[in-house]
């Protein structure tokens, strides 16, 4: 019986050490917020890393008429052992469905029942040496960027592309408009 309660203390302790060391990934930040973060790959890629880098938050002024831009730089800053795709998509495609839905910015959750959305759908695109020259629309997406090599921290700049018709609902006060975009690497 003590040896078989000794194991289990082993055990757990091994199972907590485990916890404690596990890496924390990047924080989640959607167009309007502010975030960032690394994501390490395993399975030979100990160098690998993706990490989308924002200064002051995203941030796309809505205005009608246009197809509105992000007005703040955002780069993914990609380092590869080998030849390297990295692809876009809406997180969420049951609620937003590729278009910037309201939500509520002190509660920070999407409103529930019918929320307004805007018409178009949001398209994203990277720039640069390693652009794969396309707007993906989401909430699909796609490839906006690939290398056939290995790299080291090379910023790759990202844009997001929002029109605004002049149907489209203006949020009520203490809302707003969100859209959380992923990116993978492969």
């Known amino acids: 019986m003590a040896d078989e309660v000794r194991l289990w203390r082993g055990l757990l302790a091994l199972a907590l050490l485990a916890f404690l060391a596990a890496p924390a990934l990047g924080e989640e930040a959607a167009v309007g917020e502010g975030g960032g973060g690394y994501l390490p790959l395993g399975d030979g890629w100990e160098t ?40 876009v998509s809406d997180q969420d495609t049951t609620v937003t469905k590729g278009r910037m839905t309201e939500y509520i910015i002190d509660g920070g959750a999407y409103v529930d029942t019918d929320p307004d959305q805007l018409d178009a759908v949001m ?11 396309i707007n993906c629309e989401l909430p699909n997406g796609g490839q906006i960027a690939r290398g056939e090599s290995q790299v080291t921290g090379v910023q790759i700049p990202i844009n ?27």
């Open 48 to 87: 690998g890393e993706l990490s989308i880098t924002v200064t002051q938050g995203v941030s796309i002024p809505l205005i009608p008429g246009k197809n509105n831009v992000n007005s703040t730089a955002v780069y993914a800053t990609i380092t590869t052992e080998d030849a390297w795709s990295l692809t």
């Open 123 to 133: 398209s994203v695109n990277a720039t640069g040496t390693y652009s794969s020259g």
């Open 160 to 186: 997001f592309i929002q029109p605004v018709s002049w149907d489209d609902p203006v949020s009520e006060s203490g809302r707003g408009y969100k859209i959380v975009v992923t990116f993978t690497i492969s």
